[in-house]
């Protein structure tokens, strides 16, 4: 039995990195063009409570999945699964139509260290959009799971 799944999340925790002595979230997100643009002047944008400026981008802009830019620049995001564990995505994941295959009705998961499999996930979890941002943000013991997305 296939089974849609969610594509409304406005992020996605790719994994996390070290840096400076502390630990940070990558985080996988829609921009609008507006703040695609204030990037590209160097400007900094809001993402929730957060300002972000080009130190915290990895990438950002119109992604293209056939493109080998595109994916080496994704390829090349450094995460840190600290030797322990990967990341968990359903197994049987289509990318294509963000669904996986429930067998004798439970959806499986699977441990995955391939960050190309972890973004094609995260990417349809927030929907596939056109335009995205790959940022570190600091990993606060009192951060809130949800945020307000702001320009």
Known sequence: MEIKLPNDRRRYIIGETCANGRTYNIILSHITERQEQALIKGESIRMGNNTISNQEIYCYGKVDLDNDNDLNAIENIEINFNGIKGKIIPANYDFDNHMCTAINNLIGHSETYDILKIFKYGYGC??????????????????????????
């Open 126 to 151: 927030i929907g596939k959009p056109e335009h995205i941002i790959i940022y570190r943000e600091w990993k606060a013991i009192t951060q809130p799971l949800w945020r307000e997305e702001a320009v």
